[in-house]
Structures are given as structure tokens and as C-alpha cells.
């Protein structure tokens, strides 16, 4: 970690070169590290204590300083996490002003010393939150994207829909979709659709057993454990027959690794350094583990049955074309959907009645 | 000195004529069906506001101009949200998700936008102006409590001398 001793920096800092009598200059060249400064720039200001908004300016400027991407935002996260908040905006103005105490300011100091590691935020907080639910995370288990979330929006309107078309649509006769999440993480999709469709039942699988055993952790916190089955399996290793405990099944979904190969150098420090890579490569093309789901579908889903798959951009037409030249699958392409920043990105692709 | 590295990425500027947003308008809908209760909590129902339309509303998200999807880790979850006809802008960082942060924007300005065409008629306007006139109430009473205290203990005093 490179320290804060060029003296435009201090400059940047707004530090002189005498601090309060009785703390002493620093000699030139002498490493000085953040805390001190941190202690004389406050000190400098007059007032003797530490506010969130101080924290939050210093430790950018620490970050920027070291070209840690989002400097704000990872200190505003780190800050608010320390005072219990989620975000800095939901902070009031109370807690803005109130003098932390030496144990938040270490805390704080702890955990940005991570972030100085490149260490995704998530990571570092050791949670984070994906619609309703605030999950454990843990590398190298893959964190959710906020994108994903649009995945879970879509089968949930798919069974609002089936509900809306059949006749039984009072809560006594509700149907009990059965999902099959496939590659299933830190548990985000499986959990956020138990939690958002009441009747139904998942089974996740990862081929990771720190994913299986983080789902498993999630799913406990959230007293969902009744209604999901983790299955420790690769889905290219794996039988219809094993996954059919349940009858067959009414959705699959999935966020299976989808980074053409070449293009994994390219990522971010964060995720090469932190997160699993077999979770984003996929392959030369990014299609093989896409295509070994749709392979294996036909024998899991009913008959009109769901896929719901998040894809690289330039995936809808490979898989278009694909299912084409695989017409033994019964399978067509229903729907591309855009995520959120207008970019094809999730395909729902359903089971024909042969 | 490096250029500072405020900013890494882009602010990316999105119509609001993609497929989804009428799939968000229609979740809308659904998710305040009777029969799954486990959803999001309504709003208070109680206040009476002019709808919002999806088609006057300009959102921005700060995603960047990359790839997006897994091939990115942003933590950004920050939406603008801006309504087109009276120019008023939203912006809500207040949850990690980015799908909450949309839902509490809308709401924001749902309300400033009620409070500007209807102003004094808005029920954000009497519903703020009564919750004002209670704290003054409670605060009139404690006044006046403290006072009839002070009183009380003044009078003991003499009475003891």
C-alpha cells in the first residue's frame, strides 16, 4: 500500500506542515501512516473528534490515492456498514455529525485496509443485499449482480402469468412451482424466488462446495431451509434422474458463467483476484455451460415448462440459432428481455408439447 | 498528480421505451395482488396521488460503459430518476439493491410531483402540515406540564418556610 507521503498529497489533504503543540512535525521522509495523518488532519480542523463525513472523505482520498476503483462508494458502504446503516444516504444527519468512537474508527480501518487489497466490497462487509434479502458473502463464492435481480422478475411474472391462465387461481388450490436453480451461488435467485413465490420449492445446485455450503448458511438465516434441497453436483456430470426428486420440474433457472474465454484478462482486479472463475468462464464462446443446461432440459421441465437464463449481449442469437439447429430439444426461444442499462441480456426459452 | 479517479465510469443516459419497463410496470401490478401476501408492503394507501407514467420518466444509472452482467462489479446501485413534464429529479441511494433503490425513487417523486401540480390541495402538503401541528401540540403540553411542576414545587417551598 502505497502511504500518503508525497507532499502535494499532504497538500491534498489540507495538512500543515506543524500540527496542534505537543504533536511534533513529521521528519521529511518518514512513512507516515494513515492513522497519524488521519489524527493530525482532524486535529488541524480544530475540533478534536472523528465524524462519519470525515471517515468517508478521508478514506477516499486513501483509496484514490492507492487506484482503488469507486473510492467513494467503498468508503460511504464501509462507513455505513460500521454505524449499522446499508448506504450513506440512509444515514440522517444525526449519525452524520456524531463523533465515532476509537473502536468504529478501527473497525472502519480494518475493513478499508481490505478494500486497499482491491478486495471487492461485498467481500469486505462480508454481506450485501439483493432485493429484499441481505445475504452472506464470502469469496470466492460469485457475488450477484444488481441485474440479476431482473432475472428473478421475470419467473416470477411467469408464475403470476400460469396462475392468471388457469382456472385455479384461488390460495387453496395454488400451484407448487417446482424451480431448479442451476449454478446457484451465495443462493440470491433460489432464495429470493422462495421468498417471493410462497408455494414453491427449489432445488439448487453448484458444482462449488463453498457455494452449496454459503447457499446453505443463506437459506438458514432466512428460515428457508425447509424449502430448498442443495445438491453438491456438476451439472455436466449430472442425471435427470437426481434432479427429479420432486416431480418434474416447472422453471430452471440460471446464471451459469457466460464470459466468452478470451475476455476473462480483461476483468477487473476485484473479480480475477477474488471471485471463482469457473463461475464467469464460459467457455470459448461463453455457451458451454448454456448449452449443457438447454441440453439437459427437455428430460427436467413439464411440458410448457420455463428456462430463464442470464447471457452475454451477444448471446440471444447464438442460442436462437443453436436451439434451430437442435430441434430434437423442443425447444424455442419465447422472449429476449433487456436488463436495466437496455442490453439483451435474458432469454426465456420454453418446452414445446411434441 | 493522477487524474483523479473520481470518476471510472459514466453516467449512462436510458429511454424509457425498452421492453423493460413495461415488464416493470406490469410487476407492478402483480405484485399487489391479494393473493400473494408475502411481497413488498404496500405504500400508505391512504394518500391519494396523481399517478406516475412510465413513458414521462427519464432514469439513469451509473453501470458504466462496460460490459455489464457478471463481467462487472460495480456497487453503484444509485438511480436518477427524473420526471420529464415538471422537470423534477429524484435521486435515491438509500438500499444496496438496485431494483429498491427504482421503488423508492418512483415513491420520492410521486410525491414531489403531487406536491408541484397540486401544491397546498396535495395530500403530501396535509399530511406533513398535520404532522406538524401535532409535534407543536405535544411540545405546547410538555411546555405547559413543566411549568405547572415548577409551580407546584415553587408553592411547596414557601409552605415550608
Redesign the interface.
Known sequence: MRCLTHP?LRKLLSLPLQCVPGQGTLSKGAVVSPKQLFLRHSCSAGRGFVTATDMVNYWQKVF??N????????SQ?IVSFVLGA?????LDSKSLHTPLTALQQEQIQQLSHRRLQRM???YVLGE?????LTLKMRPPV??P???T??LV??V??EE?QK?ENSAL???VA?PHPVILEIGCGSGAIALSLL????QSRVIAMDKEEAAVDLTRENAHRLQLQERIHIIHQDVSHCSAKQLLLWGPIDVIVS?P???FHE?MAS??A??LRY?DLD??DGGDDGMRVIKTILALAPSLLKVSGSVFL?V??RHPDMVEHWLQVHPDLLLTLRAI???????P?FLHIQKQSS | MNVPGLFHFAFLLRGVQTPSWTRWILRKQQLSLPSVPLLQAERKNSLKLLELREAELEEQFVRGDGPGGQATNKTNNCVVLKHIPSGIVVKCHQTRSVEKNRKIAREILQEKVDLFYKGEDSDVFKEKKASEKQKQEKKRRAKENLERKKLFKEMQQLDKE
Open positions: 502535494l484514490e490515492t487506484g482503488i476503483p469507486e473510492a467513494r462508494e467503498s458502504y446499508k448506504t450513506f444516504q440512509s471487492p466490497v461485498q450485501w443485499d439483493f432485493w429484499d460469485f457475488i449482480r444488481p441485474e435481480e431482473d422478475s421475470l416470477v411474472e403470476f396462475c387461481c384461488f390460495p395454488a421468498c417471493k413465490l410462497p446464471n458463467p457466460y464470459i475476455d476483468l477487473d476485484e473479480i471471485e463461475a464467469l442470464e452475454d449481449p428481455h433487456k436488463d436495466f442499462c437496455g442490453k441480456r
